[in-house]
């Protein structure tokens, strides 16, 4: 399989107009555009204790993130703040789980969710996050014993999401913030 350079991948995003940055048109531009392993290794920053946010590019329109799994490690179950998120795995496998929601009482701060599909990340195929569904979580499963990488594309940037509790039945807002940019860990942080 042919693979691209980083900033391909991003060169091409950014060409990509406004009115045509969809769903479908970014995921079939990822399904074509694989990325090279050698030209992401300068964001691979590991933690022991969380997977890493590492910030590869950052517009109005989009933000580029490689993130980094240890084994085991696995995502809160989150959504995306109604912003559309594409990934690909190119290092190593990982599998999404989407859930639904069942109830929701926002006053409260309680949502039953259950799970529906799942879905396995490898060999850089593309992967979209419905708009319809958003609600998920990532997984390296302890069972393919190694490390991963994804590289996540989100349109538009965002720096909170709502992050659910299955064993409490509640979901609260939480800030997110960058494990590194471009290459170099964010001050305050120590892996």
């Excluded at 048109?25 to 691979?44: A, C, M, R, W």
């Excluded at 039953?112 to 060999?123: H, M, V």
Aim: glycine share 4%.
């Amino acid at each position: 399989m042919k693979t691209y350079n980083i900033q391909k991948l991003v060169d091409g995003l950014n060409g990509i107009p406004e009115d045509k940055f969809t769903c479908d048109n970014v995921y079939q531009f990822l399904g074509e555009t694989p990325v090279d392993v050698d030209s992401i290794t300068k964001y691979f920053h590991w933690s022991p204790n969380f997977y890493t946010r590492n910030l590869i590019h950052k517009n109005d329109r989009f933000e580029v993130m490689a993130i980094c799994w240890e084994k085991g490690q696995v995502s809160r179950i989150h959504n995306h703040w109604d912003q559309k998120c594409w990934m690909m795995v190119p290092v190593g496998r990982l599998q999404g789980q989407n859930f639904a929601v069942e109830e929701i009482d926002e006053s409260r701060g309680h949502c039953k969710l259950i799970e529906t599909d799942a879905f396995e990340l490898k060999d850089c195929l593309a992967a979209k996050v419905e708009l319809e569904e958003p609600i998920h979580q990532v997984l390296n499963l302890p069972e393919f014993d190694e490390r991963a990488v994804s590289i996540h594309i989100y349109s538009k940037p965002y720096d909170r999401c709502l992050s659910y509790c299955r064993d409490t039945d509640t979901f609260k807002e939480v800030s997110l913030f960058y494990t590194s940019i471009d290459g170099k860990l964010c001050d305050g942080i120590s892996l």
